[in-house]
């Protein structure tokens, strides 16, 4: 079965950077977008950006451009967000996604990063 | 960007209520619109994509509606495990963005 599995949790001190790991199995790595969202506590969910696994062609959203980045390793069927300059509001659950036709079918069971001085 | 604005924020219901959750896009998006039920520390998981669309394995007393501008989740008759915050989504463009959520109380 499809299978998405995170990284643990990551406690960082504001300016450090971090990266959230997620392996996939049960299909074919590089057949669907795999996207990362976050959530901080007691908010909503927000979209941070995709890359397609078979290319590595990334898009993010604007309000993390030029501190995130997406990349994967398809020989370990891993996705990787790498976040840097880290902020206490950058607190928050990140989950990997993947996408089957313009829906997030699977997720990851998200990695708590702590960002505190 | 798409705001999404979901109502209402959070909702009181007793058992066997039908429910209904309403999402507002801020353009037309035609029906590119899906939704999710979370529980208390877990993921997302997907209910209904393509607006009305039920997700293999998901019971039938969820539905969906809407097209355009305005979409509606609605829970037929709600059970003690329908407890759970709700999120819309819209996949028309990226970035892609969520409402804000709904949850649902007993």
């Known amino acids: 079965q499809v299978q998405l599995v995170q990284s643990g949790a990551e406690g960082k001190t504001p300016g450090a950077s971090v990266r959230v790991s997620c392996k996939v199995s049960?299909?074919?790595?590089?057949?669907?977008?795999l996207h990362w969202v976050r959530q901080a506590p007691g908010q909503g969910l927000e979209w941070m950006g995709r890359?397609?696994?078979?290319?590595?062609?990334?898009i993010y959203a604007q309000k993390f451009q030029g501190r995130v980045t997406l990349t994967r390793d398809t020989s370990v069927t891993t996705a990787y967000m790498d976040l840097s300059r880290l902020r206490a509001d950058d607190t928050a659950v990140y989950y990997c996604?993947?996408?089957?036709?313009?829906?997030?079918?699977?997720w990851g069971p998200g990695t708590l990063v702590t960002v505190s001085s | 960007d798409i705001q999404m604005t979901q109502s209402p924020s959070s909702l009181s219901a007793s058992v066997g209520d039908r429910v209904t959750i309403s999402c507002r896009a801020s353009q037309a998006i035609s029906s590119y619109v899906n939704w999710y039920q979370q529980k208390p520390g877990k993921a997302p998981k997907l209910l209904i994509f393509?607006?009305?669309s039920l997700q293999s394995g998901v019971p039938s007393r969820f539905s969906g509606s809407g097209s355009g501008t305005d979409f509606i989740l609605t829970i037929s008759s709600l059970q003690p495990e329908d407890l759970a915050t709700y999120h819309c989504q819209q996949s028309y463009a990226n970035p892609q963005t969520f409402g804000q959520g709904t949850k649902v109380e007993l």
């Open positions: 393509a607006a009305s």
């Open positions: 890359i397609n696994p078979n290319s590595g062609d990334t």
């Open positions: 049960g299909y074919t790595f590089t057949a669907h977008y």
């Open positions: 996604a993947r996408e089957w036709e313009l829906r997030f079918d699977s």
